[in-house]
């Protein structure tokens, strides 16, 4: 790779279970100096999650393998779900001191990363861009909207976009061609391995424990809410599965108790409820699937970075045309199956295709999915963002 010698800030509100593995590969495989600024401590220290209704922090390692600093966030109820939770007035001054060749943004929409935008562009500091937005489920931003959002994005020299429907997101508010630079979303493919024999072994206890041994499994994992649609997933399962199949949710939510109920209502019907569980645990998760499920609808699943780490695993996924990785990772008939997010009839229908799959069909999907994934890396990652640094020159 042609590695600029620029100095890269990197802004970013938290440490992310998904980012972090990346930001490790990076120190270790190439030459680029940079360093991550991080806005809160969520994910690191106990954080509640209103959307999980938990109170938690990753268990995996976020942190070491590259360089990194905190800055103090004095917000009065830090977060990312409103402007001013990530308010960290030493941010600039922290810049300055480490002297950037160029800022990277994950995201504008705090009072912390607009004051750095508009410190960037007082100093002559070129900005990239990094976000993951479609316009799938939403229609065309309002005129107001749109237009403040087109002159927002020509403040930065390139932009780095994860996929087909993120690439049109940022045609249609003005960023040339020219400036937009391929860099997927992926995973840290070495956690997410169908070699991974701990996992494996996990998956099989878990299978026997639940009574799913011999039985066709569908997964869903993640929050228990509304955008992702898992009470249209169960009521689906209610009206197509036979006895030779199983639905399992992994997770929590505000829809617990209303999904708990529901389930209770078809003792017929074999559906297990687990609890949330944090990241070392999810491989063996996923391994519990013949078919893992994400029917999110909205523009609330800006990818789905679920469906990557259950097709390193060989599993086949079913999801809604809105979730943002559709049509970029999920082929119908060939990674796994696709439904119209808001018709639960054709949810029923998908469903029944897929639990009614063969073996060799499965195992076919599995197989397609598991190659398709692993050109999701963080190598072509990496490539797409030293090519926007490149372009700077």
């Known amino acids: 790779m042609n590695e600029p010698s620029r100095r890269l800030a990197i802004l970013l509100s938290h440490p992310v279970q998904y980012y972090s593995p990346w930001f490790r590969w990076l120190k270790a495989n190439t030459s680029l100096d940079f360093k991550v600024f991080y806005l809160w401590e969520a994910g690191v220290c106990e954080t509640r999650d209103e959307q999980f209704d938990a109170t938690f922090k990753w268990d995996v390692d976020l942190l070491s393998g590259y360089d990194h600093e905190f800055v103090p966030n004095v917000a009065r109820d830090p977060g990312t779900h409103h402007f001013r939770g990530l308010d960290n007035p030493t941010l600039t001054g922290r810049l300055a001191a480490w002297k950037p060749g160029a800022i990277l943004l ?10 750095a935008v508009w410190w960037a562009k007082r100093q002559g500091v070129p900005l990239l861009f990094r976000g993951d937005s479609h316009l799938l489920g939403r229609g065309q931003p309002g005129l107001v909207q749109r237009l403040l959002l087109k002159v927002f994005y020509r403040q930065f ?3 780095t976009y994860v996929g087909t429907a993120n690439q049109a997101y940022f045609r249609f508010l003005g960023v040339p061609a020219s400036r937009l630079f391929f860099a997927p979303h992926s995973v840290d493919a070495t956690r997410f391995s169908r070699d991974d024999g701990a996992a494996q072994g996990t998956a099989r206890q878990i299978r026997t424990e639940l009574g799913l041994v011999g039985k066709r499994v569908v997964l869903f994992a993640g929050k228990f809410s509304p955008a992702k649609q898992p009470i249209e997933l169960l009521r689906a399962f209610h009206a197509v599965a036979t006895d030779t199949d199983a639905l399992v949710f992994v997770g929590a939510g505000e829809l617990k108790n209303e999904l708990t109920a529901l389930a ?24 519990l699937a013949d078919i893992f499920a994400l029917p999110s609808r909205g523009h609330y699943e800006t990818w789905g970075l679920a469906v990557n780490e259950a097709m390193h695993l060989g599993v086949p996924c079913l ?8 049509r970029d990772l999920i082929t119908p008939g060939e990674t796994g199956w696709v439904f119209p997010a808001n018709d639960p009839a054709s949810l029923a229908a998908t469903l029944v295709q897929a639990l009614r799959s063969s073996p060799e069909e499965l195992r076919q999907l599995g197989a397609a999915a598991l190659l398709r994934a692993a ?11 030293l090519s926007a640094l490149a372009s700077l020159a």
């Open 106 to 115: 994950f995201g504008y929409n705090s009072l912390s990363l607009q004051r």
């Open 157 to 159: 020299a390139a932009v």
């Open 264 to 287: 209770a209502t078809r003792p017929d019907r074999c559906v297990r409820i687990l609890p949330f569980a944090n990241q070392s645990e999810m491989p063996s998760r996923y391994l």
């Open 319 to 326: 999801i809604s045309d809105l979730v943002g990785c559709q």
């Open 375 to 385: 050109s999701y890396t963080y190598e072509q990652t990496t490539a797409g963002l």
